[in-house]
């Protein structure tokens, strides 16, 4: 399997896979137009990377501003992510915000109340 990247614009988030490191990336608002054809990729890279390695698989997030439907798409990533866990695959995420938006953390609290593995949120300070 390759990399996936997808650039950064003013309404969706930069998503990097990288199939090596086992990390995968996604930084900034998410309000596309489409949240489907933008998850899309990225829900199958993390499906055939849960079923042809053993690796573990890290989450790193770093999103301001999420719209219903990237909700959605993000809830099956993780959704994803839950599953593997419960087969005893190692995998984790990480949330990364500023210290000065409480709301963000808020947002990341919730997510997190509906998984059972590693889930970090941090502050940048």
């Not at 996936?4 to 199939?19: C, K, R, V």
């Not at 501003?65 to 990237?70: I, K, W």
């Not at 798409?73 to 087969?87: G, K, P, V």
């Amino acid at each position: 399997m390759t990399n996936l990247e997808i650039a950064q614009t003013n309404s969706t988030p930069g998503i990097e896979a990288d199939w090596d490191s086992g990390l995968l990336r996604l930084r900034g608002d998410s309000y596309p137009e489409n949240s489907f054809a933008l998850f899309q990729p990225v829900v199958e890279w993390v499906e055939t990377y849960l079923r042809d390695t053993q690796r573990p698989l890290r989450l790193e997030l770093e999103l301001l501003y999420l719209n219903t439907s990237s909700v959605r798409a993000l809830m099956d990533i993780l959704d994803q992510l839950e599953d593997a866990h419960q087969e005893q695959r190692p995998v984790s995420v990480t949330w990364l915000y500023d210290a000065a938006n409480e709301r963000v953390a808020d947002l990341a609290e919730e997510f997190k109340e509906d998984c059972t593995f590693p889930f970090e949120i941090v502050a940048k300070t």
